[in-house]
């Protein structure tokens, strides 16, 4: 009895240990980064400049999968049910807060499917138009679009997402009447934007900014409270006439829920490390982006008090999934 005894412990021990070790030789194979928008777009743009540096750091691929759609939760599904090895992170964007506003059911649950490793960063956004309207203010946008009533369409990256949910939002405020036509992805609504499907846009600032400079489209105003540090002369909204209008794009990485406390402490680390490189800050401060980082547990606590507030935002816009 006393042998069985011990040859039950030695090898709960032995389990025991196991653990810390895995997460020692992590990674020896390399990571699959979901990202749940379109190869170009201002998701997939911050992403992969920071998995280049992640796999550098790590000694290991980490291979960028876009998996687009259905306003990011097909993506968010995807890797809420991938394993929790630490071989499947998830580069999430503001779309997991405001989803479960937006959808009566999803397939994931954002606080229980997920655990956060890091808050990467932010990117405003800015409202632009075709050269064909002829506005240059957001007073003159706003006439513009309340004299053709029905007549103006805008585009956005998808239902549901944050370029969306941002337009919905200055129509809701300055009672404007226009039409949604979502994309997938911000490349293809830019372009047809730029060709004149659409009259209108709020995208982020790191894709629009190329077709600003070229003059294939007009920037109207900022959605962060401060100036864009690519586009310091465009006013911001609340500059414009929408005191207290805030709306930025913000980034992360989270992985699938039971992912090793270890494995996760080390991806942290290592995304934190990426971002205080300097050739990466000058790469995403080209875009615009706000970059961030932190522990694993303020993006916890930021994601839980975000939700809330675009819960809010949707229902005072009246947005909804399409």
């Given at each position: 009895m006393l042998h069985k005894l011990l040859s039950i412990l030695s090898a709960v021990l032995l389990a025991a240990g196991a653990l810390p070790a895995a997460a020692q030789v992590w990674p020896n194979k390399p990571i699959r980064m979901i990202i749940a928008f379109p190869p170009g777009g201002p998701t997939d743009i911050v992403?992969?400049?920071?998995?280049?540096?992640?796999?550098?750091?790590?000694?290991q691929q980490v291979l960028v999968d876009n998996k687009p759609g259905a306003?990011?939760?097909?993506?968010?599904?995807?890797?809420?049910?991938?394993?929790?090895?630490?071989y499947t992170i998830f580069y999430n964007t503001s779309a997991i807060v405001i989803?479960?506003?937006?959808?009566?059911?999803?397939s994931y649950d954002t606080l229980k499917d997920f655990t956060p490793v890091a808050l990467t960063a932010a990117i405003p956004m800015v409202l632009v138009v075709n050269p064909q309207v002829p506005a240059r203010t957001m007073r003159e946008f706003v006439e513009h679009v309340r004299s053709r009533a029905g007549q103006i369409n805008y585009s956005s990256s998808g239902s549901g997402t944050i370029t969306h949910l941002a337009s919905a939002m200055l129509a809701s405020h300055m009672g404007l009447a226009a039409t949604h036509v979502p994309y997938k992805g911000s490349a293809p609504g830019l372009v047809d934007l730029a060709a004149g499907q659409t009259q209108f846009m709020t995208d982020t600032v790191n894709t629009a900014l190329p077709y600003i400079r070229d003059g294939r489209l007009r920037g109207i105003?900022?959605?962060?409270?401060?100036?864009s540090t690519?586009?310091?002369?465009?006013?911001?909204?609340?500059?414009?006439g929408l005191p207290g209008f805030d709306a930025a794009a913000w980034q992360g990485v989270v992985v699938p829920a039971g992912t090793l406390a270890?494995?996760?402490?080390?991806?942290?680390?290592e995304?934190?490390?990426?971002?205080?490189?300097?050739?990466?800050?000058?790469?995403?401060?080209a875009q615009g982006a706000d970059v961030f980082g932190g522990s694993a547990a303020e993006y916890a606590a930021y994601i839980r008090s975000e939700m809330p507030r675009w819960a809010k935002a949707v229902k005072d816009s009246g947005a909804k999934a399409e």
């Open positions: 992403a992969r400049v920071l998995a280049q540096k992640l796999g550098e750091q790590l000694g306003g990011g939760n097909i993506g968010a599904e995807l890797a809420a049910k991938a394993a929790s090895d630490g989803n479960p506003a937006l959808y009566g059911r999803a105003a900022v959605t962060s409270l401060r100036r690519v586009l310091p002369d465009l006013p911001t909204f609340a500059e414009s270890e494995i996760v402490a080390r991806l942290n680390a995304i934190n490390k990426a971002l205080a490189d300097a050739g990466v800050r000058a790469r995403l401060a």
